[in-house]
T-cell receptor, first 115, second 114 residues
């Protein structure tokens, strides 16, 4: 199947700083990518849809100024958590559809810990 | 509202036995997709099986099969001949509008005992 990577896999930052998480489709192009958030021992919640060359669309309740999404190329979407606070600590997962397989593939996730 | 409910937080099964994980959902759409995903300790989400709502035939992938009851909005996963490697969190999910925007259930942790 297709491969979606995320970088970094784990990041620790101080409260008030910003953190950027990358999501890459390694062997296919993706005009759309998705960002999910998973709290410990909980489900995945869709945060936003990243659209190549245009603005991201955010789910209800997600602060667009807090979670900045940029989809500058067909293989890369970035999620920047701005002015991070401890409550932003979570596991962030991205996904993208590979049309060759007609299937959505998930990245391995990024664990964010804000101190 | 589109929702997915998994009423079994944890399940256990003996190796080589069969286990069924339950999932119910709610949607007002007539054509949608349903999925079961596996999340092992590595946290990598892996597609186990998917079902298109307009197809009446239950999907099957090797040892994994579903019992799709559209009228009852039920979508259970049966794992036959359970293996130690099947131990993981299993999430039921729906894509109500065929947009790849998935709505996940709360998950069922499956333990497999030798």
């Amino acid at each position: 199947g297709a491969v979606v990577s995320q970088h970094p896999s784990w990041v620790i930052c101080k409260s008030g700083t910003s953190v950027k998480i990358e999501c890459r489709s390694l062997d296919f192009q993706a005009t759309t990518m998705f960002w999910y958030r998973q709290f410990p021992k909980q489900s995945l919640m869709l945060m936003a849809t990243s659209n190549e060359g245009s603005k991201a669309t955010y789910e209800q309740g997600v602060e667009k100024d807090k979670f900045l999404i940029n989809h500058a190329s067909l293989t890369l979407s970035t999620l920047t958590v701005t002015s991070a606070h401890p409550e932003d600590s979570s596991f962030y997962i991205c996904s993208a559809r590979d049309q060759r397989y007609n299937e959505q593939f998930f990245g391995p996730g990024t664990r964010l810990t804000v101190l | 509202a589109q929702t997915v409910t998994q009423s079994q937080p944890e399940m256990s099964v003996q190796e080589a036995e069969t286990v069924t994980l339950s999932c119910t959902y709610d949607t007002s759409e007539s054509d949608y997709y349903l999925f079961w995903y596996k999340q092992p300790p590595s946290r990598q989400m892996i597609l186990v099986i998917r079902q298109e709502a307009y197809k009446q035939q239950n999907a099957t992938e090797n040892r994994f099969s579903v019992n799709f009851q559209k009228a009852a909005k039920s979508f259970s996963l049966k794992i036959s001949d359970s293996q130690l490697g099947d131990a993981a969190m299993y999430f039921c999910a729906q894509d109500p509008y065929n947009t790849d925007k998935l709505i996940f259930g709360t998950g069922t942790r499956l333990q497999v005992f030798p």
